[in-house]
């Protein structure tokens, strides 16, 4: 039974071990990996450059200069690392009596709840994408949900740094109807808008919308959609164009209701899975992790700390895109 | 933290920490592109308030109202004592201005 402080590092690799099983399990069911731009970073503020079509690359005469390529033409943005955590006590009852899968029991659940709320706080970026400029997280933080060009995620009139152009990535369908329900339309004139997008100097830079994200609700009309052989739900023989093109649909759960309790399962989103991250973004000083036990208080619990450092920014946005389904 | 200050400059945010709205942004893009103004033209108008369409800022125009520039704001403020510093944005100022005027008004 593990009761003095030389008892500490038997335990704490013992716990460890369990974390470490945990996370592993925790970081297959991570969806919001799959889109954001996880990565590791020293840095306390992330320093965001997006370069949204520099126009330098030009015609140059025999013996001539290159044009120099400025990023005064592009937006910044500098986010700043948060800590969340919380502390799993293992009691002296606890380990007077062996109780290992109690302990366990704790740490495996504190390191399930961690990652599960991260995973939420990126979903609930994409479902507070819509309105307003500012939403509630999974922390009870108030959060800033607008781009980089500091126009709300989604929108029908995006801005750039350069010149007075704008950009959609607001989804509509043929007729022109923004946030339209889950259907082949829209999907496929997202696509058609995504790939006629053209940079502030006018020039087309192609968005290949091939991913689908859907809440659970409607995983099942979501393969349909794309899966069947014809088009869904018509009697003829046409093929479904769409059903090669669509190369990947991600079902995440977090988005059938977001944090606040509203429920989101109408909404769906595309993105380009080339180059969603550049949108996404959420750098990582530390993900959860769990320290040795840091203290035996007068209660003798031993107190095992689980924290995280990290920041979620939205950057440059045309790969991804998004409709409430309300229409 | 966005970069603000580029971003009222060029009358992408309302003011420095305040973005548009959805509402906002769409109309300001609206009027642009109907009314063929530049951009941080248009937002200077929006950030005079009470223009919620196209309708109210073409009345706006046709009344000649012109919005007011920081220094003009500032001389308005100080006759009315209401306390500022550099770092108050406009739009706070605006409003504040805008409050101690109707204050008078019973008067």
Do not use: C
Not at chain 1, 56 to 66: D, I, Q, S, T, W
Not at chain 1, 104 to 123: I, K, Y
Not at chain 2, 1 to 28: C, F, H, S
């Amino acid at each position: 039974m593990p009761l003095t402080t030389t008892d500490y590092p038997k335990l704490t690799q013992k716990l460890n071990e369990v974390f470490n099983e945990s996370a592993s399990s925790a970081m297959e069911e991570w969806i919001g990996r799959q889109i954001f731009d996880v990565i590791d970073t020293d840095w306390k503020i992330y320093d965001y450059l997006s370069l949204h079509g520099v126009g330098g690359f030009a015609r140059v005469a025999e013996g001539g200069e290159l044009p120099t390529v400025s990023s005064v033409e592009g937006d910044s943005a500098a986010w700043t690392q948060k800590r969340y955590g919380d502390k799993i006590s293992v009691t002296k009852d606890m380990r007077m009596f062996d109780r290992y899968d109690q302990m366990t029991e704790a740490v495996s659940s504190g390191v399930d709840e961690a990652f599960h709320l991260v995973d939420q706080s990126m979903a609930d970026v994409l479902t507070n994408g819509f309105s307003g400029t500012t939403y509630t997280d999974v922390f009870g933080d108030t959060v800033a949900n607008t781009a980089v060009d500091g126009v709300v995620l989604f929108s029908a009139s995006h801005t750039n740094n350069l010149n007075s152009t704008t950009y959609r990535n607001l989804i509509r369908n043929a007729a022109g109807t923004a946030n339209p329900a889950l259907d082949r339309d829209p999907i496929v004139k997202a696509r058609s808008d995504a790939r006629t997008f053209k940079d502030p100097n006018g020039i087309n830079r192609p968005t290949m919308l091939d991913t689908l994200i859907v809440s659970a609700a409607n995983e099942d009309l979501a393969e349909r959609l794309v899966y069947s052989q014809g088009v869904a739900g018509t009697p003829n023989v046409d093929i479904n164009p769409i059903k090669g093109k669509i190369k990947n649909i991600i079902v995440w759960s977090k988005l059938d209701t977001r944090s606040d309790g509203t429920n989101t399962s109408a909404y769906w989103f595309m993105s380009d899975s080339r180059k969603v991250k550049k949108s996404l973004k959420a750098p990582f000083a530390q993900k959860p992790k769990m320290q040795a036990a840091e203290q035996v208080t007068e209660t003798q619990n031993w107190l095992y700390p689980i924290d995280a450092y990290y920041v979620i920014g939205i950057g440059y946005v045309p790969f991804v895109w998004g409709s409430t389904g309300a229409n | 933290m966005l970069n603000y200050a580029n971003l009222v400059g060029q009358g992408r945010a309302k003011d420095i920490g305040i973005p548009w709205t959805p509402e906002e942004n769409e109309l300001l893009h609206l009027i642009v592109q109907e009314r063929g103004m530049a951009r941080v033209t248009v937002a200077d108008y929006l950030r005079m308030g009470d223009i919620e369409s196209l309708e109210d800022f073409d009345a706006v125009i046709k009344k000649g109202i012109i919005p007011q520039t920081r220094e003009e704001l500032e001389k308005e403020a100080k006759a009315k004592g209401v306390n500022f510093d550099e770092g108050t944005p406009d739009t706070v100022l605006a409003k504040h201005v805008g409050k101690a005027k109707e204050k008078k008004k019973p008067k």
